[in-house]
C-alpha cells in the first residue's frame, strides 16, 4: 500500500471515528454497563470534521504540527488485542507520525517500503493503559518539609512519578489534584512531548466546601489551601469551576462537603464548558451529585442502594480505586483520622459496593489514586485494581477493556484513545504475554509508543538523540583577520 492511499484510509476511518463519537453509542452490548451520561456542550459539534483540536477534552482549535514517528512505523508479528474486539487476533498496527494509519491482517505488507520493522513475534501489541487517578505533583517520602507546595518541586516529582508509570505501559492518566499551577504545568509540557511521561489530563484543584474533602483539620501537606478550592455558595462553585477551566483543566474535580444548590450549580456550569464532572463524595453527598449529573463518581465509599439504582439510571460512571484503600487495611488495619470523612470502611464492604455497581450494570473505569510513595508500587497497584474486577466476575479481557477503552469514553477522549483502531492516537504498547489472559502479565511490558514516538525499549526508557540546530552561517566566520 502505498503511503498516499495509506493516509487517504486513514483519513476515512477517521472520518468514521468522529462520526461514531457524536453518536456516542453506549457501550452496553459490548461491555455490560449502562450508557455514559452525555448532558454536555460538546464541541465536536461546531467544529469541522478535519479540524485539528488540542488532544485533551478542551478541544481547543490548533495549527498541525508535526509529531511522533517520522515516516512509517510496523509492530508485526504478535497479536492484536484492539480492545475493540474480546479476543486477540494476529497481525501487524501500522504508524504514521503520532497516528494509528491501519491495523492489518496477519500475513498483509501493505505499508511502505521504507518502513522501520520492528518484529513483536510471540507478544502482545494492545492500546496503552489509562490511570484514571492519579496524584503525580504530590509529596512522596523524599520531599522536604518546605518543599510540599513548591510548583518546581512538584513538578519535577511528577515526571520521575509519571515516568514509572510509562514504564509499565501507562500512557494517559486523569490527574485529580495538585499544588498550585504545578498539575497544569506537567500537563502542557508532556501534551509537547518535552519528555518521557504519559498524556496528563488535569483537574487542578479539588473544589469543595469550607472543611470539606482536603480542606478539613488537622492540615496535612496534601491537604492545605494549595491543593484545595474551598467554594460556598452556588455563585462561588461557578466562580470555582471557571477558574479551573481558565488554568487548564481537562475535567472538574469535586468533593464532599456541599449543598444540592451547589453541586447543581458546578455541574451545569462545567458542562456548558463542555467538560466532565467527577465526585469524591459520599453518603447523602454522593446521592445529592448523581442527582445534579455528575458524570461519574471516585472511590468505593459509602453509597445507598438507592444511589446504585440512580448511578446506573442515569449512566454515572464508577472510578472504585479498590486497591489504595485495601494497601491502608493492610497496613494500618483502619481507615480513619478526617474529620470530613465521618463514616466507616473496611475491605468487605468496599467490595459489596464494587459487586452492587456491577450487577446494577454501572459503568466500571480504571484508576488507582496513585499518590506519592505509592507510585513506586508500579504496577501492582494497577494490576491490583484489575484483578479486583476479576474476583467480580469480569474476565481479563473485560478488565483490561475497562482500562482502555472505558477509561477514555469515561473522560470524553473516546474518539482519540482507547483502541487501536485507524485515525486514533498512536498510544501503544507491547507485552510480553497474554495480559487478556493473564493479568500478570502486564508487568512484562516492553515497548511503549506514546504518541507515535517509541518512548520505552526494552523494557527501558528510550530517549533520541538530540538534533542540533545549525547556526546560521559557519563561525567563526572567515573575514576576521
Known amino acids: 500500500m502505498k503511503r498516499d492511499s495509506i493516509q487517504d484510509f486513514a483519513r476515512h476511518k477517521a472520518r468514521r471515528a468522529l462520526q461514531g463519537a457524536k453518536r456516542m453509542l453506549p457501550l452496553a452490548l459490548l461491555l455490560g454497563g449502562t450508557a455514559l451520561a452525555q ?28 509529531q511522533g514517528f517520522d515516516g512509517t512505523l510496523v509492530l508485526t508479528g504478535g497479536r492484536i488485542f484492539d480492545s475493540v474486539k474480546s479476543a486477540a487476533y494476529p497481525g501487524s498496527v501500522v504508524i504514521q507520525q503520532n497516528k494509528i494509519v491501519a491495523v492489518l491482517p496477519a500475513g498483509s505488507t501493505a505499508w511502505p517500503a521504507d518502513a522501520k520493522i520492528v518484529d513483536v513475534t510471540g507478544k502482545t501489541v494492545m492500546p ?17 518539609a518546605d518543599m510540599t507546595d513548591s510548583e518546581g518541586h512538584a513538578t519535577l516529582r511528577a515526571l520521575r512519578s509519571l515516568q514509572m508509570l510509562l514504564e509499565n505501559g501507562i500512557t494517559s492518566v486523569r490527574d485529580m489534584s495538585g499544588p498550585l499551577n504545578a498539575p497544569y504545568i ?6 509537547k512531548d518535552m519528555a518521557p511521561g504519559p498524556r496528563v489530563f488535569a483537574a487542578g484543584h479539588i473544589i469543595t466546601g469550607t472543611g470539606g474533602h482536603a480542606a478539613d483539620r488537622p492540615l496535612t501537606p ?10 460556598n455558595g452556588a455563585d462561588d462553585w461557578v466562580k470555582a469551576v471557571r477558574e479551573t477551566y481558565k488554568m487548564g483543566a481537562s475535567h472538574i474535580k469535586i468533593a464532599s462537603h456541599f449543598a444540592p444548590d451547589e453541586v447543581k450549580a458546578a455541574v451545569a456550569e462545567a458542562h456548558r464548558l463542555g467538560l466532565k464532572v467527577t465526585c469524591d463524595c459520599e453518603t447523602i453527598y454522593t446521592q445529592m451529585a448523581v442527582e445534579a449529573g455528575v458524570d461519574s463518581i471516585e472511590h468505593p465509599l459509602p453509597r445507598t442502594d438507592e444511589t446504585i439504582k440512580l448511578m446506573a439510571q442515569k449512566g454515572t460512571a464508577s472510578i472504585p480505586t479498590m486497591q489504595v484503600y485495601q494497601g491502608l487495611f493492610d497496613s494500618r488495619g483502619v481507615y480513619a483520622g478526617t474529620a470530613s470523612r465521618r463514616f466507616s470502611m473496611a475491605a468487605q464492604a468496599n467490595y459489596d459496593i464494587l459487586k452492587k455497581m456491577i450487577a446494577a450494570g454501572i459503568t466500571i473505569g480504571v484508576g488507582t489514586d496513585n499518590i506519592g510513595g505509592s507510585f513506586y508500587n508500579t504496577p501492582n497497584i494497577y494490576i491490583a485494581d484489575l484483578k479486583f474486577l476479576q474476583k467480580a466476575g469480569y474476565s481479563p479481557a473485560k478488565a483490561l477493556m475497562a482500562a482502555t477503552r472505558v477509561n477514555a469514553q469515561i473522560m470524553d477522549m473516546g474518539d482519540k484513545l482507547g483502541t487501536l483502531e485507524p485515525g486514533k492516537l498512536a498510544d501503544v504498547i507491547v507485552v510480553a504475554g497474554n495480559p487478556d489472559q493473564n493479568l500478570d502479565d502486564l508487568a512484562k511490558v516492553e515497548m511503549v509508543v506514546r504518541n507515535g514516538n517509541i ?20 563561525s567563526p566566520p572567515e573575514t576576521l583577520k
Open 39 to 66: 448532558d454536555f456542550n460538546d464541541r465536536r459539534k461546531v467544529q469541522y470534521p478535519e479540524q485539528v483540536t488540542a488532544d485533551n477534552p478542551q478541544r481547543t482549535p490548533a495549527i498541525p504540527r508535526k
Open 128 to 144: 496503552g493503559l489509562i490511570d484514571m487517578h492519579v496524584h503525580s505533583t504530590y509529596p512522596t517520602p523524599e520531599t522536604p
Open 186 to 191: 506537567i500537563s502542557e509540557w508532556l501534551e
Open 222 to 231: 496534601i491537604h492545605s489551601a494549595a491543593y484545595t478550592r474551598e467554594a
Open 455 to 474: 518512548v520505552i525499549k526494552d523494557g527501558q526508557v528510550y530517549m533520541p538523540r538530540h538534533v542540533p540546530v545549525p547556526l546560521a552561517k559557519p
